[in-house]
């Protein structure tokens, strides 16, 4: 694999992991612990096993680096390795969590208030009743506000665990739908729907919140 493949840093780090860079190790945990306690929690009773979960996870990703082959990206590796420890463990403990109890029992609901378009037999059928809010006109400062960021936790706060997930992991830590798909084991259509979805929530709240200001 040459350096310009997408995983290249990846092939770098690892070999950096292998020589026993410890900066470099802590540097990876630091990053990505926050998200690997989230995801091993959505599938264990308690956050003490989920920590047990990240911790055994670690450790086989330290003696596993000589199977790493950079197919995928390195936080892909390690989160699918997660994955798997967290629903063994789970099972282990007689606790099946079913997929709608962590995607939300939502998923095929409208995204919007019908009453927000038009209905049959209206001219323009199907389009807005009224278009949402334009955010362009609202100052930067008012968007970047801690107020505003404040709302956007609250709603994932309130999100079913793998649609928050989705949208952290998406929109906050910029990974491809490929490497959310592959690091949750979702198919493409439920990464798909479970991102349109959360999103939808999001804007929904700020709709509400920045009305004021449009």
């Not at 926050?34 to 599938?43: D, G, N, T």
């Not at 969590?97 to 927000?116: I, R």
């Not at 739908?177 to 700020?206: F, G, I, M, P």
Request: aromatic letters at 6%; one cysteine or more.
């Amino acid at each position: 694999m040459d350096g310009d493949t997408p995983y290249a840093t990846d092939l770098a780090l690892v070999e950096r992991l292998r020589a026993g860079d410890e900066d470099a190790f802590m540097a990876l945990v630091e990053r990505l612990q926050p998200s690997m306690l989230r995801v091993a929690r959505m599938f264990v009773s308690t956050q003490a096993v989920a920590e047990e979960c990240v911790q055994e996870c670690w450790l086989g990703v330290l003696t596993g680096l000589g199977k790493f082959e950079g197919r995928s990206s390195l936080r892909t590796w390690i989160f699918r390795i997660l994955t798997n420890i967290a629903k063994t463990r789970g099972q282990r403990e007689g606790r099946s969590v079913p997929f709608a109890s962590l995607a939300g029992d939502d998923l095929d609901a409208p995204s919007y208030d019908p009453t927000t378009f038009l209905g049959e037999g209206e001219a323009a059928a199907g389009h807005w009743s009224s278009l949402p809010n334009d955010w362009r006109s609202i100052p930067e400062e008012r968007l970047l506000s801690s107020e505003t960021r404040a709302v956007v936790a609250g709603v994932l706060a309130s999100l079913p665990p793998m649609q928050a997930e989705v949208l952290r992991l998406r929109d906050v830590a910029g990974w491809t739908s490929d490497e959310v798909r592959n690091a949750l084991d979702l198919t493409e259509t439920n990464q798909r729907v479970l991102l349109h979805r959360a999103r939808a929530k999001v804007r929904r709240a700020l709709d509400g919140y920045l009305r004021d200001e449009a």
